[in-house]
């Protein structure tokens, strides 16, 4: 790619990516736009810029016909930050904020990429437990049943995984301890999507 994909353009690719890993044909334009929760306008915009960067081809006039230029992610192993806080207004990856690195390999070109350490039991269902390091592709916006890192109200960070009700959204964790948060979509700021999982058994 010439270009660099921008978070909502990486989010529209992660879709028809995994799309066509499970269906071997790319998803709709507007099945895209509803699992991300945007307009259908907004969604071609995205797609024709996505094309235009290089990361996805198109045949005019066929549907269900964008394909991504690279269906499997490269293996390429890459240094990511280990980030010690998130916080409203902070730039997630600035010096001050890095704990720590770590080697993962299948991190594409372009894609910001950290790993996050995780406090509390709330997730345990999905396998993610406390201490986990977990690793998180930024991006604002994403899928209904994604894990995902969720700011609420600019000053709590949560992992929990997304389900969307129109204007709202729930945070619901995978360990019945735990209640289900459901808030107006406004006051959840998403700041990436969960994509893998490093465990440390020393």
Do not use: C
């Not at 396998?127 to 890192?149: F, K, M, S, T, Y």
């Amino acid at each position: 790619m010439s270009e660099q994909l921008t978070d909502k353009q990486e989010a529209v690719l992660a879709v028809i990516e995994r799309h066509w890993r499970a269906h071997g044909v790319s998803p709709s334009v507007a099945e895209i736009a509803e699992r991300l929760g945007l307009r259908k306008s907004t969604t071609h915009e995205h797609l024709m810029a996505i094309k235009r960067k290089g990361a996805l081809v198109h045949v005019e006039g066929q549907s269900r016909s964008w394909r991504p230029t690279s269906v499997v992610s490269g293996q390429a192993e890459r240094r990511i930050p280990i980030v010690g806080q998130v916080a409203a207004g902070a730039p997630l990856l600035a010096q001050e904020n890095i704990d720590g690195w770590l080697t993962v390999s299948g991190v594409r070109e372009g894609q910001t990429v950290f790993a996050l350490h995780v406090r509390g039991d709330s997730m345990t269902g999905a396998g993610i437990l406390d201490g986990d390091l977990v690793i998180v592709r930024q991006q604002p916006v994403a899928e209904d049943g994604d894990i995902v890192l969720a700011l609420i109200d600019e000053q709590d960070a949560t992992i929990k995984r997304l389900r969307r009700h129109g204007d709202r959204v729930t945070l619901q964790p995978e360990n019945p301890a735990h209640e289900p948060l459901t808030l107006p979509a406004d006051r959840v700021q998403l700041q990436g999507k969960v994509i893998g999982l490093r465990r440390d058994y020393s």
